[in-house]
């Protein structure tokens, strides 16, 4: 069945990096679009960014431009997002998701929690 | 980028019928025709309940249902029942090849 487990979230401090990961499994994860969307505690659901199968084209919120940076490894079967100049506003559980077209995401990982403070 | 604007809260009596709107903000939002729409309960994954506007994916209830009317986005929830409290969320193009996301309702059973 189809499973997306992302990994790397934690504690950092403002202006630091962090990088995400997401293991898919259980189906050709070279055939999707990816995305990831994030939460921050008590808000809404905000979506980041996504990538394409073959990794081209790449689109971000304006929110997150210039600082973060998806990138996929289809021979890992993976998905990543690396977070520079972080702030607390970045501050939100991170869900990568499976994109089936038309603003449609069937499939979600578990989230993983980034706590930007000092 | 653009916003699609949603009640903060909505409530109902088991059996009732309710509706969500989602309203675009801006014009450069796309086709309605291309909303989805999602139910988070607290602590989980959100869970897409209807996609295009108005399909159902496999195993999702056809209590769900989606339409649209303008600019507005509408999901009713139908023969309203305790599992259904939950957070909902719509979601559109947000232009350039962007997605945006509804602010959310609360959806409470009275």
């Known amino acids: 069945q189809v499973q997306l487990v992302e990994s790397g979230g934690g504690l950092v401090k403002p202006g630091g990096s962090l990088r995400l990961s997401c293991a898919a499994s259980?189906?050709?994860?070279?055939?999707?679009?990816m995305s990831w969307i994030r939460q921050a505690p008590g808000k809404g659901l905000e979506w980041v960014s996504y990538i394409s199968s073959s990794g081209s084209p790449i689109y971000y919120a304006d929110s997150v431009k210039g600082r973060f940076t998806i990138s996929r490894d289809n021979a890992k079967n993976s998905l990543y997002l690396q977070m520079n100049s972080l702030t607390a506003e970045d501050t939100a559980v991170y869900f990568c998701?499976?994109?089936?077209?038309?603003?449609?995401?069937?499939?979600w990982g578990q989230g993983t929690l980034v706590t930007v403070s000092s | 980028q653009s916003a699609l604007t949603q009640p903060a809260s909505v409530s109902g009596s088991p059996g009732q019928s309710i509706t969500i709107s989602c309203t675009a903000t801006?014009?450069?939002?796309?086709?309605?025709?291309?909303v989805s729409w999602y139910q988070q309960r607290p602590g989980k994954a959100p869970k897409l309940i209807i996609y295009?506007?108005?399909k159902r994916p496999s195993g999702v209830s056809n209590r769900f249902s989606g339409s649209n009317s303008g600019n507005t986005a509408s999901l009713t929830i139908s023969g309203l029942q305790a599992e259904d409290e939950a957070d909902y969320y719509c979601?559109?193009?947000?232009?350039?090849?962007?997605?945006?996301f509804g602010t959310g309702t609360k959806v409470t059973v009275l």
């Open positions: 979601c559109s193009f947000g232009g350039t090849k962007t997605y945006v």
């Open positions: 295009e506007g108005s």
């Open positions: 801006s014009s450069d939002v796309g086709s309605y025709n291309l």
């Open positions: 259980g189906f050709t994860f070279s055939d999707y679009y």
């Open positions: 998701a499976r994109d089936e077209g038309s603003s449609s995401w069937y499939f």
